[in-house]
Protein backbone atom coordinates (compact mmCIF):
# COMPACT_ATOMS: atom_id res chain seq x y z
CA UNK A 1 0.00 0.00 0.00
CA UNK A 2 1.30 3.38 -1.20
CA UNK A 3 1.72 5.67 2.09
CA UNK A 4 -0.72 8.69 1.40
CA UNK A 5 1.71 12.29 1.47
CA UNK A 6 0.98 14.53 3.56
CA UNK A 7 1.93 18.26 2.97
CA UNK A 8 4.25 19.55 6.10
CA UNK A 9 4.17 23.32 6.66
CA UNK A 10 6.53 25.60 9.12
CA UNK A 11 5.88 28.94 10.53
CA UNK A 12 9.17 30.41 12.06
CA UNK A 13 10.10 33.17 13.65
CA UNK A 14 12.78 34.56 11.95
CA UNK A 15 16.58 35.58 14.14
CA UNK A 16 14.06 35.31 16.96
CA UNK A 17 17.60 36.33 19.48
CA UNK A 18 17.61 39.48 18.50
CA UNK A 19 14.05 40.12 17.89
CA UNK A 20 14.02 39.37 21.80
CA UNK A 21 16.77 42.14 22.24
CA UNK A 22 15.05 44.69 20.82
CA UNK A 23 14.41 45.93 24.73
CA UNK A 24 16.78 45.69 26.95
CA UNK A 25 14.90 45.79 30.47
CA UNK A 26 14.31 42.16 31.37
CA UNK A 27 10.41 43.15 31.74
CA UNK A 28 10.24 43.46 27.71
CA UNK A 29 12.53 40.48 27.04
CA UNK A 30 10.33 38.50 29.47
CA UNK A 31 7.15 39.73 27.81
CA UNK A 32 8.06 39.04 24.04
CA UNK A 33 9.34 35.11 25.08
CA UNK A 34 5.54 34.97 26.44
CA UNK A 35 3.96 36.11 23.52
CA UNK A 36 6.26 34.30 20.89
CA UNK A 37 5.41 30.89 23.61
CA UNK A 38 1.87 31.63 23.61
CA UNK A 39 1.41 32.26 19.76
CA UNK A 40 3.37 29.51 18.60
CA UNK A 41 2.90 26.66 21.22
CA UNK A 42 -0.71 25.56 20.79
CA UNK A 43 -2.25 22.68 20.89
CA UNK A 44 -3.56 20.47 18.11
CA UNK A 45 -7.07 21.69 19.12
CA UNK A 46 -6.09 25.09 18.77
CA UNK A 47 -4.52 24.81 15.57
CA UNK A 48 -7.44 23.13 13.74
CA UNK A 49 -9.43 26.09 15.11
CA UNK A 50 -7.14 28.79 14.08
CA UNK A 51 -5.42 27.59 11.21
CA UNK A 52 -8.08 24.40 9.74
CA UNK A 53 -4.31 22.31 10.07
CA UNK A 54 -3.35 19.52 12.18
CA UNK A 55 -0.24 19.92 14.55
CA UNK A 56 2.90 18.26 13.04
CA UNK A 57 3.70 16.13 15.72
CA UNK A 58 6.75 14.42 14.10
CA UNK A 59 8.58 17.54 14.42
CA UNK A 60 9.89 18.41 18.49
CA UNK A 61 8.57 21.48 20.29
CA UNK A 62 10.53 24.63 19.93
CA UNK A 63 10.09 27.90 20.64
CA UNK A 64 8.62 30.71 17.85
CA UNK A 65 7.81 27.31 15.32
CA UNK A 66 4.53 26.27 14.75
CA UNK A 67 4.75 23.20 12.80
CA UNK A 68 1.47 21.90 10.95
CA UNK A 69 0.24 19.11 8.80
CA UNK A 70 -2.38 19.17 6.37
CA UNK A 71 -3.65 16.15 3.95
CA UNK A 72 -1.83 16.90 0.62
CA UNK A 73 -4.02 18.26 -2.64
CA UNK A 74 -3.63 15.56 -5.75
CA UNK A 75 -1.44 18.30 -7.73
CA UNK A 76 1.41 20.57 -6.83
CA UNK A 77 -0.03 24.03 -7.51
CA UNK A 78 -3.33 22.91 -4.92
CA UNK A 79 -0.18 21.97 -2.36
CA UNK A 80 0.82 25.51 -3.28
CA UNK A 81 -2.41 27.51 -2.97
CA UNK A 82 -3.27 25.80 0.03
CA UNK A 83 0.23 26.30 2.07
CA UNK A 84 -0.14 29.62 1.16
CA UNK A 85 -3.28 29.77 2.39
CA UNK A 86 -2.40 28.27 5.40
CA UNK A 87 0.42 30.10 6.09
CA UNK A 88 -0.89 33.44 5.39
CA UNK A 89 -3.10 32.80 8.74
CA UNK A 90 -0.35 31.83 10.57
CA UNK A 91 1.23 35.02 9.54
CA UNK A 92 -1.91 37.12 10.64
CA UNK A 93 -2.46 35.37 14.26
CA UNK A 94 1.34 35.70 14.81
CA UNK A 95 1.89 39.36 13.16
CA UNK A 96 -1.06 40.52 15.95
CA UNK A 97 0.86 39.23 18.88
CA UNK A 98 4.58 39.91 17.60
CA UNK A 99 4.24 43.31 15.77
CA UNK A 100 8.09 44.08 15.12
CA UNK A 101 9.08 40.16 14.58
CA UNK A 102 9.83 38.79 11.02
CA UNK A 103 8.46 35.49 9.97
CA UNK A 104 8.70 32.82 7.44
CA UNK A 105 6.81 30.17 6.02
CA UNK A 106 8.13 26.75 3.86
CA UNK A 107 6.93 23.17 3.15
CA UNK A 108 6.98 20.08 1.27
CA UNK A 109 4.71 17.20 0.30
CA UNK A 110 6.41 14.06 1.43
CA UNK A 111 5.42 10.83 3.27
CA UNK A 112 7.08 11.95 6.02
CA UNK A 113 8.38 15.17 7.89
CA UNK A 114 12.05 13.91 8.25
CA UNK A 115 11.32 12.92 4.51
CA UNK A 116 10.17 16.51 3.89
CA UNK A 117 12.75 18.27 5.57
CA UNK A 118 15.89 16.49 4.24
CA UNK A 119 14.61 16.79 0.66
CA UNK A 120 13.17 20.28 0.59
CA UNK A 121 12.23 22.14 4.02
CA UNK A 122 15.95 21.81 5.14
CA UNK A 123 17.58 23.32 1.66
CA UNK A 124 14.74 25.59 1.24
CA UNK A 125 15.63 27.31 4.59
CA UNK A 126 19.25 27.03 3.77
CA UNK A 127 19.00 29.36 0.19
CA UNK A 128 16.40 31.37 1.85
CA UNK A 129 13.86 30.26 -0.75
CA UNK A 130 10.83 30.93 1.41
CA UNK A 131 7.72 33.16 1.97
CA UNK A 132 8.64 35.72 4.23
CA UNK A 133 6.22 38.01 6.55
CA UNK A 134 7.58 41.53 7.27
CA UNK A 135 6.57 43.77 9.81
CA UNK A 136 4.86 46.44 8.23
CA UNK A 137 6.16 49.85 7.76
CA UNK A 138 4.64 52.27 10.36
CA UNK A 139 2.26 55.12 9.06
CA UNK A 140 2.82 56.80 11.80
CA UNK A 141 4.17 59.97 11.49
CA UNK A 142 7.93 59.62 12.67
CA UNK A 143 7.50 63.10 15.33
CA UNK A 144 8.67 60.63 18.34
CA UNK A 145 10.42 57.28 18.80
CA UNK A 146 9.75 54.76 21.29
CA UNK A 147 11.27 55.39 24.51
CA UNK A 148 11.60 51.31 25.18
CA UNK A 149 13.78 50.53 21.60
CA UNK A 150 14.36 53.17 20.76
CA UNK A 151 13.88 51.47 16.99
CA UNK A 152 10.34 51.93 16.25
CA UNK A 153 7.97 55.17 15.80
CA UNK A 154 5.90 55.32 18.99
CA UNK A 155 1.96 55.16 18.85
CA UNK A 156 0.70 56.22 22.13
CA UNK A 157 1.90 56.69 25.85
CA UNK A 158 1.22 54.01 28.75
CA UNK A 159 1.09 53.67 32.03
CA UNK A 160 3.57 50.95 33.29
CA UNK A 161 2.56 50.31 36.71
CA UNK A 162 5.69 51.06 38.15
CA UNK A 163 4.99 55.25 38.19
CA UNK A 164 6.68 55.63 34.56
CA UNK A 165 4.71 56.78 31.23
CA UNK A 166 6.50 56.11 28.43
CA UNK A 167 5.65 56.78 24.61
CA UNK A 168 6.29 52.93 23.18
CA UNK A 169 5.77 51.13 19.51
CA UNK A 170 3.56 48.77 18.89
CA UNK A 171 5.69 46.29 19.88
CA UNK A 172 6.93 47.56 23.07
CA UNK A 173 3.26 48.01 24.07
CA UNK A 174 2.44 44.03 23.93
CA UNK A 175 6.24 43.68 25.52
CA UNK A 176 5.27 46.33 28.32
CA UNK A 177 1.28 45.00 28.73
CA UNK A 178 2.48 41.38 29.84
CA UNK A 179 0.83 39.94 32.67
CA UNK A 180 2.91 37.44 34.75
CA UNK A 181 -0.37 34.60 34.19
CA UNK A 182 0.70 34.75 30.41
CA UNK A 183 3.98 32.79 31.16
CA UNK A 184 2.36 29.29 31.47
CA UNK A 185 3.72 28.24 28.55
CA UNK A 186 7.21 30.09 28.59
CA UNK A 187 10.70 27.75 28.77
CA UNK A 188 11.43 29.97 31.93
CA UNK A 189 8.08 28.84 33.68
CA UNK A 190 8.75 24.90 32.63
CA UNK A 191 12.12 25.86 34.62
CA UNK A 192 10.55 27.15 37.31
CA UNK A 193 8.55 24.34 38.45
CA UNK A 194 11.19 22.13 37.60
CA UNK A 195 13.47 23.30 40.05
CA UNK A 196 10.76 24.30 42.15
CA UNK A 197 11.54 28.10 42.46
CA UNK A 198 8.47 30.12 42.54
CA UNK A 199 10.25 33.55 42.82
CA UNK A 200 12.38 35.20 39.90
CA UNK A 201 14.39 38.19 39.35
CA UNK A 202 12.42 41.02 38.03
CA UNK A 203 15.34 42.90 36.11
CA UNK A 204 18.78 41.85 35.73
CA UNK A 205 20.35 43.69 38.94
CA UNK A 206 18.24 40.96 40.71
CA UNK A 207 19.61 38.65 38.53
CA UNK A 208 23.17 40.10 39.30
CA UNK A 209 22.71 40.11 42.83
CA UNK A 210 22.63 36.01 43.18
CA UNK A 211 26.35 36.73 42.55
CA UNK A 212 28.43 34.81 45.41
CA UNK A 213 29.97 37.37 48.13
CA UNK A 214 33.50 37.45 46.26
CA UNK A 215 31.96 39.43 43.39
CA UNK A 216 31.00 43.09 42.73
CA UNK A 217 27.44 41.25 42.31
CA UNK A 218 27.11 43.47 39.20
CA UNK A 219 27.47 41.06 36.23
CA UNK A 220 26.00 38.48 34.26
CA UNK A 221 27.06 36.20 32.05
CA UNK A 222 24.65 35.74 28.72
CA UNK A 223 25.18 31.93 27.03
CA UNK A 224 23.76 30.85 23.68
CA UNK A 225 24.53 26.69 23.01
CA UNK A 226 23.40 25.04 19.77
CA UNK A 227 23.51 21.79 19.20
CA UNK A 228 26.08 19.91 16.68
CA UNK A 229 25.92 17.27 13.72
CA UNK A 230 22.15 17.71 13.85
CA UNK A 231 21.62 18.70 10.35
CA UNK A 232 23.98 15.82 9.40
CA UNK A 233 21.85 13.14 12.23
CA UNK A 234 18.44 13.85 10.21
CA UNK A 235 19.74 13.53 6.99
CA UNK A 236 21.12 10.37 7.83
CA UNK A 237 18.13 9.44 9.89
CA UNK A 238 15.97 9.77 6.73
CA UNK A 239 18.29 8.14 4.14
CA UNK A 240 19.11 5.00 6.48
CA UNK A 241 16.01 4.82 8.57
CA UNK A 242 13.88 3.81 6.00
CA UNK A 243 12.95 0.54 7.79
CA UNK A 244 12.12 2.73 10.80
CA UNK A 245 8.11 3.76 11.21
CA UNK A 246 7.21 7.45 10.95
CA UNK A 247 6.27 7.37 14.99
CA UNK A 248 9.95 6.36 15.65
CA UNK A 249 11.30 8.91 13.95
CA UNK A 250 9.00 11.38 15.76
CA UNK A 251 10.19 9.85 18.99
CA UNK A 252 13.71 10.35 17.80
CA UNK A 253 12.83 13.70 17.30
CA UNK A 254 11.06 14.70 20.19
CA UNK A 255 14.00 12.95 22.23
CA UNK A 256 16.22 15.44 21.34
CA UNK A 257 13.96 17.98 22.36
CA UNK A 258 13.76 16.49 25.47
CA UNK A 259 17.59 16.50 25.91
CA UNK A 260 17.81 19.82 25.24
CA UNK A 261 15.59 20.82 28.12
CA UNK A 262 16.85 17.95 30.81
CA UNK A 263 20.05 19.37 30.23
CA UNK A 264 19.01 22.70 30.60
CA UNK A 265 17.00 21.82 34.05
CA UNK A 266 19.86 19.56 35.31
CA UNK A 267 22.55 22.93 34.78
CA UNK A 268 20.39 25.20 35.97
CA UNK A 269 20.17 22.68 39.30
CA UNK A 270 23.85 22.14 39.57
CA UNK A 271 24.54 26.04 40.05
CA UNK A 272 21.61 26.88 42.10
CA UNK A 273 22.88 27.58 45.88
CA UNK A 274 19.27 26.86 48.36
CA UNK A 275 20.86 28.82 51.09
CA UNK A 276 21.70 31.88 49.38
CA UNK A 277 18.85 31.52 46.05
CA UNK A 278 15.76 30.93 48.47
CA UNK A 279 13.06 30.26 46.22
CA UNK A 280 14.18 32.65 43.44
CA UNK A 281 14.82 31.39 39.93
CA UNK A 282 18.97 32.21 39.22
CA UNK A 283 18.70 30.75 35.34
CA UNK A 284 16.95 32.95 32.83
CA UNK A 285 15.83 30.85 29.64
CA UNK A 286 14.43 33.33 27.06
CA UNK A 287 14.05 31.05 24.25
CA UNK A 288 14.04 27.63 24.02
CA UNK A 289 14.17 25.86 20.51
CA UNK A 290 14.96 22.11 19.47
CA UNK A 291 18.31 22.00 20.36
CA UNK A 292 19.23 25.61 21.24
CA UNK A 293 18.79 27.83 24.72
CA UNK A 294 19.26 31.50 25.08
CA UNK A 295 19.52 32.40 28.76
CA UNK A 296 21.38 34.60 31.70
CA UNK A 297 22.75 33.99 34.64
CA UNK A 298 25.01 35.09 37.61
CA UNK A 299 28.69 35.53 36.15
CA UNK A 300 30.13 33.57 38.63
CA UNK A 301 28.15 30.01 37.50
CA UNK A 302 28.45 30.39 33.99
CA UNK A 303 31.32 27.96 34.04
CA UNK A 304 30.01 25.70 36.34
CA UNK A 305 26.53 25.90 33.89
CA UNK A 306 28.05 25.39 30.64
CA UNK A 307 30.46 22.69 31.49
CA UNK A 308 27.18 20.86 33.30
CA UNK A 309 25.40 22.04 30.12
CA UNK A 310 27.69 20.46 27.21
CA UNK A 311 28.61 16.68 29.53
CA UNK A 312 24.90 16.47 30.24
CA UNK A 313 23.41 17.37 26.33
CA UNK A 314 26.03 15.17 25.01
CA UNK A 315 25.16 12.11 27.40
CA UNK A 316 21.26 12.54 27.15
CA UNK A 317 21.90 12.92 22.93
CA UNK A 318 23.88 9.58 23.27
CA UNK A 319 20.79 7.79 24.77
CA UNK A 320 18.42 8.56 22.26
CA UNK A 321 20.88 7.68 19.29
CA UNK A 322 21.77 4.70 20.86
CA UNK A 323 17.97 3.84 21.37
CA UNK A 324 17.56 4.86 17.46
CA UNK A 325 19.97 1.76 16.61
CA UNK A 326 20.41 3.51 12.73
CA UNK A 327 23.86 2.86 11.27
CA UNK A 328 25.98 5.86 10.26
CA UNK A 329 24.22 8.31 13.01
CA UNK A 330 26.88 10.69 13.97
CA UNK A 331 27.16 11.52 17.52
CA UNK A 332 25.65 14.74 18.47
CA UNK A 333 26.57 17.01 20.91
CA UNK A 334 26.77 21.06 21.62
CA UNK A 335 28.53 24.26 21.51
CA UNK A 336 27.99 27.38 23.47
CA UNK A 337 28.87 31.10 23.54
CA UNK A 338 29.48 32.70 26.61
CA UNK A 339 29.25 36.77 27.40
CA UNK A 340 30.00 38.10 30.67
CA UNK A 341 28.96 42.16 30.96
CA UNK A 342 27.73 43.91 33.61
CA UNK A 343 23.75 44.23 33.97
CA UNK A 344 23.69 47.36 32.35
CA UNK A 345 24.82 46.81 29.24
CA UNK A 346 22.19 47.11 26.36
CA UNK A 347 21.17 43.36 25.34
CA UNK A 348 21.23 43.43 22.07
CA UNK A 349 24.81 43.78 21.89
CA UNK A 350 25.39 40.93 24.50
CA UNK A 351 23.38 39.23 22.18
CA UNK A 352 25.75 39.69 18.94
CA UNK A 353 28.29 38.69 20.87
CA UNK A 354 27.22 35.43 22.20
CA UNK A 355 26.42 34.65 18.60
CA UNK A 356 29.66 35.30 17.52
CA UNK A 357 30.80 33.35 20.06
CA UNK A 358 29.07 30.29 19.29
CA UNK A 359 29.72 30.62 15.50
CA UNK A 360 33.97 30.56 16.69
CA UNK A 361 33.13 27.68 18.78
CA UNK A 362 31.03 25.56 16.57
CA UNK A 363 34.05 26.63 13.88
CA UNK A 364 36.95 24.99 16.12
CA UNK A 365 35.13 21.46 16.24
CA UNK A 366 32.93 21.50 12.72
CA UNK A 367 30.38 20.23 14.80
CA UNK A 368 32.20 16.74 16.17
CA UNK A 369 32.36 17.28 20.03
CA UNK A 370 31.91 20.19 22.71
CA UNK A 371 32.98 23.50 22.18
CA UNK A 372 32.46 27.16 23.74
CA UNK A 373 34.17 30.52 23.09
CA UNK A 374 33.49 33.71 25.42
CA UNK A 375 34.15 37.27 25.59
CA UNK A 376 33.96 39.16 28.72
CA UNK A 377 33.57 42.54 28.25
CA UNK A 378 35.29 44.24 31.39
CA UNK A 379 38.60 43.06 29.36
CA UNK A 380 37.66 44.00 26.32
CA UNK A 381 39.85 41.90 23.77
CA UNK A 382 38.64 38.50 22.00
CA UNK A 383 39.61 35.07 23.10
CA UNK A 384 40.21 31.67 21.12
CA UNK A 385 37.47 29.43 20.94
CA UNK A 386 38.13 25.71 23.28
CA UNK A 387 37.02 22.04 23.21
CA UNK A 388 35.10 21.19 26.57
CA UNK A 389 37.73 18.72 26.67
CA UNK A 390 40.99 20.94 27.01
CA UNK A 391 39.44 23.12 29.48
CA UNK A 392 38.36 19.69 31.66
CA UNK A 393 41.71 18.30 31.61
CA UNK A 394 43.32 21.59 32.70
CA UNK A 395 40.45 22.10 35.46
CA UNK A 396 42.99 21.88 38.52
CA UNK A 397 45.49 24.19 37.05
CA UNK A 398 42.28 26.83 36.65
CA UNK A 399 41.48 25.99 39.56
CA UNK A 400 44.69 26.60 41.16
CA UNK A 401 45.34 29.68 38.92
CA UNK A 402 41.77 31.11 40.41
CA UNK A 403 43.03 30.76 43.89
CA UNK A 404 46.10 33.04 43.14
CA UNK A 405 45.15 36.52 44.70
CA UNK A 406 43.47 38.35 42.39
CA UNK A 407 46.12 41.42 42.78
CA UNK A 408 48.90 38.41 41.14
CA UNK A 409 46.80 37.87 38.51
CA UNK A 410 46.11 41.24 37.43
CA UNK A 411 49.77 42.07 37.46
CA UNK A 412 50.71 38.75 35.25
CA UNK A 413 47.84 40.00 32.76
CA UNK A 414 49.94 43.57 32.95
CA UNK A 415 53.06 41.91 32.45
CA UNK A 416 51.05 39.89 29.20
CA UNK A 417 49.97 43.28 27.50
CA UNK A 418 53.21 44.79 27.11
CA UNK A 419 54.41 43.29 23.95
CA UNK A 420 57.95 44.48 24.60
CA UNK A 421 60.33 41.93 24.48
CA UNK A 422 60.86 42.10 28.00
CA UNK A 423 57.22 41.14 28.58
CA UNK A 424 58.58 37.50 29.24
CA UNK A 425 61.27 37.75 31.52
CA UNK A 426 59.02 40.23 33.94
CA UNK A 427 56.61 37.78 33.80
CA UNK A 428 58.66 35.01 35.11
CA UNK A 429 60.65 37.17 37.69
CA UNK A 430 57.21 38.10 38.76
CA UNK A 431 56.36 34.86 38.75
CA UNK A 432 59.52 34.24 41.77
CA UNK A 433 58.15 36.80 43.70
CA UNK A 434 54.91 35.24 44.14
CA UNK A 435 56.85 32.08 45.06
CA UNK A 436 54.56 30.22 42.48
CA UNK A 437 55.49 29.27 39.43
CA UNK A 438 54.38 25.92 38.94
CA UNK A 439 50.44 27.66 38.68
CA UNK A 440 51.61 29.22 35.15
CA UNK A 441 53.71 26.71 33.93
CA UNK A 442 51.18 24.59 31.98
CA UNK A 443 49.35 27.62 30.33
CA UNK A 444 53.06 28.36 28.85
CA UNK A 445 54.45 25.46 27.10
CA UNK A 446 54.08 25.80 23.31
CA UNK A 447 51.83 23.96 22.00
CA UNK A 448 49.22 24.52 25.31
CA UNK A 449 45.47 24.62 24.14
CA UNK A 450 44.87 27.28 26.74
CA UNK A 451 47.35 30.38 26.89
CA UNK A 452 48.59 32.02 29.88
CA UNK A 453 46.05 35.20 28.80
CA UNK A 454 43.55 33.61 28.29
CA UNK A 455 43.24 31.60 31.16
CA UNK A 456 43.82 34.60 33.10
CA UNK A 457 40.75 35.76 30.91
CA UNK A 458 38.79 32.79 32.28
CA UNK A 459 40.22 32.88 36.22
CA UNK A 460 38.18 35.68 36.44
CA UNK A 461 34.90 34.05 36.67
CA UNK A 462 36.12 30.28 36.91
CA UNK A 463 34.58 28.81 39.73
ZN1 LIG B 1 9.50 50.03 21.02
ZN1 LIG C 1 32.67 45.33 37.20
Known amino acids: MMTRKKLYL ?79 RVFRHLRARLPAAEFQAVWAVDTSYLDAHRTTIGPRLREGDVLSDLPPVSELPYA ?19 GERPYLCPDCMMRFAHRTREDARTAEYELQKRLG ?23 VATVFVDGNAFGHFFEKLAHHGRRLSAESKARISRGLNQATRDALAEAAAAVRRPEEDGDMLCVIP ?5 DDVLLSLPAD ?18 AVRAEADVPGLPPLSASAGL ?21 AAKRLVHGKKESVAFYDHT ?38 RHQAPHAAAATEAHLDRLGRRDV ?11 GLQQALDIARWWR
Open 10 to 88: DVSGVRIQSYLSRTTHLRGRRGASAALAEATRLEDQEIRRLFGASLNTEAGEADGVVNLVLDAPDSEEEADRLARDTAG
Open 144 to 162: RICERCHLDPARDRVHLGD
Open 197 to 219: TPARPKELPELAALGGKDTDRNH
Open 286 to 290: YLVGG
Open 301 to 318: RAWPFVRHYLRSFTERTK
Open 339 to 359: VFAHHKLPFHLVVEDAASCLA
Open 379 to 416: AGHPTHALCLADLEEHQSDLDALTALPESGRHALAAHL
Open 440 to 450: VEPFLADQAPI
